[in-house]
């Protein structure tokens, strides 16, 4: 495939969709269930925009390793309620859960779709 593996097939461009909306979720949860002004919101803030600017990106010319990435940052969601310790707010806790799985689903489910590219091209 030219131009490193871009993907000609658009027919998973909705899955990018709902990746957008994650992030864009993740990055104003902090206002709307009231831990702004906490230490830990920084995480939802960053990886809100990192979400978003990569799923822009993955609208306009989409790569192979951009869904690694969403895979990636969909762990890291997941997890950093344990790592950064805020698990005891249930508000924080319960919506990057949701937003995690979320993104690791549909980042499996882009990978297991795309066209099979060997390692060199990725």
Do not use: C
């Not at 990192?50 to 997941?78: C, K, M, Q, T, Y």
């Not at 707010?89 to 995690?100: D, E, I, K, R």
């Not at 795309?114 to 390692?119: E, G």
């Amino acid at each position: 495939m030219k131009g490193g593996a871009t993907m000609k097939n658009r027919s998973l461009r909705w899955q990018d969709w709902v990746t957008l909306i994650t992030g864009i979720w993740l990055f104003i949860n902090p206002w709307l269930f009231g831990y702004a002004r906490m230490s830990y919101s920084w995480d939802a803030f960053l990886f809100g925009a990192i979400v978003f600017v990569f799923s822009i990106w993955a609208l306009s010319d989409r790569r192979f390793w951009e869904e690694w990435v969403d895979l990636v940052i969909g762990i890291w969601v997941f997890i950093s309620p344990w790592i950064l310790g805020f698990s005891i707010n249930a508000g924080a806790l319960w919506n990057f859960l949701a937003v995690g799985f979320v993104m690791m689903i549909f980042s499996i489910w882009s990978l297991a779709a795309y066209p099979k590219v060997s390692m060199a091209q990725a």
